[in-house]
Structure formats: C-alpha cells, structure tokens
C-alpha cells in the first residue's frame, strides 16, 4: 500500500480525521467604485414653526373663533404667509434654521410681531399660543379735574376726576381700564411721571365714569407740590390688567428693546393747580 494511504488509514482508524486546506489568492486592486450621494447637512434640515393665536376682545373677552389671522414671515427672498384655522392653529411649513420675525395680523385687532429662534431639524417648533387684543377703539370725549381736602384727615388731598368716552355703556361687559399719570412736567407720559393711579370702571351704565386719586398730604412719590403748582395729569385707555400682566412680548431684534404688548389706546392731557 502507498505509503500515504497507509498514514492516512491507521489515522482513520484510530477515530482521528485530520483536514487542512489553505488558498491564498493575490492579485491587482481594481479600481475605485463611484462615491455615494451626500446625506444633508443637519443646517440644511426644514422644518416648520407652528402655535396657536388666541383672539381676545378690547373688553377682556376671549372670542371662541380665532381664525383668519394672517401669520407671515420670510425667508431670504421668499415670503411665506398662512391663515389661522377656527382654533388658531397656524404653521408656517418647510423652513431653514434661522431666526424668523413672524408677524400676526387680523382686522380690528392689534398687529403683533415676535422674534423665533429656529433650529430647523426633523421636528416643527413650537411656540405656544399668541394672544392677540382687539384695537382700543374707546376715546375720551371729555374730562374735568378739581382737587379736594380728604374727608378723613387735615392734611390728605384728592382728585375727584369725572370722564366721559366713547363706545358701548359702561357695563360688566364692557370694562375700560384707565391709567393716569401725574407730573409737574406737562410732557408727562407712560415713560415720564411721578405718580401713577390705576383703575378701571365697573357697571355705571353710562358713558360717565367717576374716579377719585387719594394722594398722603402734599406728597406724590416723594416729590412736593406747593400751593400754586400746575399738576399735570395724563389718561389712557389701555388694555384689561390681566392681560397686560400675561400677554406675549418680544424682544425687538430691530431696536434691541423689550416691546410691551398689547398697545395704549387714546389719551388725553389735563391739569389742575395744587391748593393749600
């Protein structure tokens, strides 16, 4: 028997196979495949910005239809503009990632612009809901003045202010809310003032309200009035408190101040002399 057979036999017998088989194979590389197309950069990524607009009336009622406000913004050369549905719900679709000064916009109500920050990628940005108040369209029509002594004390003093506006009577309903800033300066304003006095009217029925200013001695916010002094007095109309306290604000990237919204309404500018 060949010699081989005889190894490969006795190894066979004894219950023991062994196998070994080794190829190698070397040759030249080819050449490079075409490259793949480039996945988009997360930059390039769009997205949209979407939220509700909530319409509230100048009288502090929150209306139950909140559609047809025109939200607006661009994009580069572009300009995108959307509708508000009857809930409020607008998206401004597709995207990049940018900062976007997003305009609202409806009849009879004030125009509203904010600032967003969007970051684009695979989600749509939410920015909550944006009240929107009705235009003031109240207007003071008249407004006397005249300082009185306080019934409580000898020294305290008054401003019994009687002032008529325009508009639907006055009614649970249709609150105005009034602002009055005193001054020596008769460029006193929202800005520019010593004293401040908030009310608002309650249920005269009329077109007349009565308001009265309690002031401590001669003193408003620390500055004296002496007898002859000219006190200057500006009124304004302005939206219901709660909603100045949490309605939307912005931060004006055009003017790098902080914008108060909603808006004053009509003022006027009226004056009385300190008495002894």
């Known amino acids: 028997m060949h010699t081989l057979l005889k190894i490969f036999f006795l190894l066979t017998a004894g219950g023991i196979i062994l196998s070994s088989c080794t190829k190698t194979a070397e040759g030249i590389q080819g050449p490079q495949g075409p490259g793949g197309s480039n996945g988009n950069s997360a930059t390039d990524q769009r997205s949209g910005i979407t939220g509700y607009v909530q319409l509230v009336d100048q009288f502090t009622q929150a209306l139950s239809e909140n559609d047809s406000v025109v939200v607006s913004t661009t994009m580069g050369d572009s300009a ?47 920015i909550g809901i944006v009240q929107m108040a009705g235009t003031q369209t109240t207007h003071f029509v008249s407004q006397s003045i005249q300082l009185l002594p306080s019934p409580f004390d000898n020294v305290s003093k008054y401003a019994d202010m009687l002032t008529t506006i325009t508009g639907p009577p006055i009614t649970g309903n249709t609150q105005r809310f009034i602002n009055m800033y005193f001054s020596s300066s008769a460029m006193v304003n929202a800005n520019n003032y010593l004293y401040l006095f908030q009310t608002y009217t309650h249920n005269e029925g009329t ?10 001695g001669t003193e408003i916010n620390s500055t004296r009035f002496q007898a002859g002094d000219t006190v200057y007095v500006k009124t304004y109309i302005v939206p219901p408190y709660f909603f100045q306290n949490y ?28 008495a002894n």
């Open 207 to 216: 077109n007349q309200f009565e308001t009265q200013a309690f002031f401590g």
């Open 80 to 126: 995108l503009s959307v509708e508000t549905d009857a809930t409020g719900l607008f998206l401004l679709p597709n995207l990049k990632s940018g900062t976007y000064r997003i305009m609202f916009k409806r009849n009879g109500f004030d125009s509203l612009a904010v600032n967003v920050k969007h970051s684009a990628g695979n989600e749509d940005k939410f």
């Open 247 to 274: 309605a939307t604000s912005w931060f004006d990237t055009n003017t790098y101040k902080s914008i108060a919204y909603p808006y004053i309404g009509d003022s006027t500018l009226n004056y009385f002399i300190w």
